[in-house]
């Protein structure tokens, strides 16, 4: 079993700033890449960051600057710090891993539940 779990979503003003975490945790082997990604109200879902296991990141292209994507490969974490938000970046986050599980298994994309992230006007 496997799990990602969300934390540090939340209510802020336009202008403000977030940090999301994420935690994978279970029968972990290895961790390969690591994202987010948002889904908003009658929207589909879209990549907002990605990390590899080597720290190469990439960007959706609203980002522009505003957010950085980190990892702890130790504490098998990712992080997602989210500067001048907008109104338009209110969504769910959700968490994605590559996870492998077993020696000789392959790598299955795991989610987490996501939390929600409420930018104000």
């Known amino acids: 079993q496997v799990q990602l779990v969300e934390s540090g979503g939340g209510l802020v003003q336009t202008g403000g700033s977030l940090r999301l975490s994420c935690a994978a945790s279970g029968s972990i082997r290895s961790i390969n890449a690591m994202a987010w990604y948002r889904q908003a109200p009658g929207k589909e879902r879209e990549l907002v960051a990605a990390?590899?296991?080597?720290?190469?990141?990439n960007y959706g292209d609203f980002v522009q600057g505003r957010a950085a994507i980190s990892r702890d490969n130790a504490k098998n974490m990712v992080y997602l710090q989210m500067n001048s938000l907008k109104p338009e970046d209110t969504a769910v986050y959700y968490c994605?891993?590559?996870?492998?599980?077993?020696?000789?298994?392959?790598?299955?994309?795991?989610w987490g539940q996501g939390t929600q992230v409420t930018v104000s006007s």
């Open positions: 994605a891993a590559g996870i492998r599980v077993g020696k000789g298994a392959g790598t299955s994309k795991y």
């Open positions: 990390i590899t296991n080597e720290g190469r990141t």
